[in-house]
């Protein structure tokens, strides 16, 4: 950050409670210990307050508040023979990535550590766990209940809310994500100004508001919108690998593409090539002797567009089928036949229903119907 963002945060963080338990002031204090041992319940204050970020400031007076300046040089420091912030990093478990800020506000020299939450386990500085309970700096260990809701902050925070990138300015962030893609799928009005672009962002979880007019780009902001995932450092490994194999296995592979530089382009490239496929597919698809496909022309058949059955002059394939297929139908009772002449149906389908001789042939029971009026052969 820039001195100038630097100060808009400290207005910011000199605005809230005092009490607020992921904030820490100094004036001078220079012991190692006493840093490592701030820098455990910052970061686990954080969580429990679903903050992303905790904050220590040397330069201001911890009562009044007032910008007094400091004689600390976190940089410069040293713990023995080793610099400082390489040993609070080796103390701190799991290790905390803090980043350490000097700058002057108001002609005083400042110092800032800025903690991230503790994610995956509660932090610890040695061996053991800290935690801030109003202004005081406690062991976790005695306060059971918040170590309960420590522990299930840390296993309740999915991957899609991790930062990606953080502390970016908002013109920085638009310009990294494709925001009107965002606003097209919610199907919502793209806003008129930047300030509203980035609180509809914030809202949907893809950012994270910071202090100074600053934002965190949430995984799920990056995953999902980034332009290019290579300035996302952790998530430019999850892009999007497409692999082609030949035939239908997935033994031989026949092209892969990596790394690419557009998550949008990758996606338009699937989808075009997936339709090349179809296409050489459609093309290359043959008639087998014997079984007809879509779009012949083999009488009987329903026109694939239409839906009209063609002509059949032979006769064969009457009620779509043929003879063989009339029989089958005629055996499970639903085939239609056609309207005598002088448009009466058949006299069997208005008589009483008539047994059947052998399976699938009516025919004979039909005939001795017609031919001696009654529904049975003699000497049945």
Known sequence: MTPTQLSALLVELLALPHETEWVEWKHNN?????????LSPLANSAALHRREMAYMIWGIEDAA????????KPRAARK????????LMRSLH???NFQIHEWPHQGRPLA?????????APVRFGSEEFIRVGSLKNKLKDYPAKEAELWASCSKQPFERGIARADLPGDEVLAHLD???CFDLLNIPLPTDQKGILSRLAEEKLIVPRPGSRFDVTNLGAILFAKNLNPFDRLSRKALRVIKYRGMGRTETEREWRDAPSQKGVRRGVRRRARLHQLAAAAERTHRPGVPHRGSDV???SHPRTGRQRPDPSGLHDDGGGADGRDLREARGDHQPRRAAGGHAPVHRRAAPVPQRGPGRP??????????????????
């Open 299 to 301: 009488p009987g058949e």
């Open 30 to 38: 220079a012991n190692p210990e006493l840093i490592g041992e701030c």
């Open 363 to 380: 025919d004979a029971a039909e005939e001795d119907l017609r031919g001696r009026g009654h529904g049975h052969r003699q000497g049945d």
């Open 112 to 120: 800032l550590f800025e903690i991230p939450r503790a994610t995956h």
């Open 94 to 96: 799991p290790q905390v």
């Open 179 to 181: 925001f009107a893609s």
């Open 80 to 87: 023995g023979n080793e610099e400082l912030e390489n040993w």
């Open 65 to 72: 508040k007032n910008v007094v300046g400091t004689t600390f």
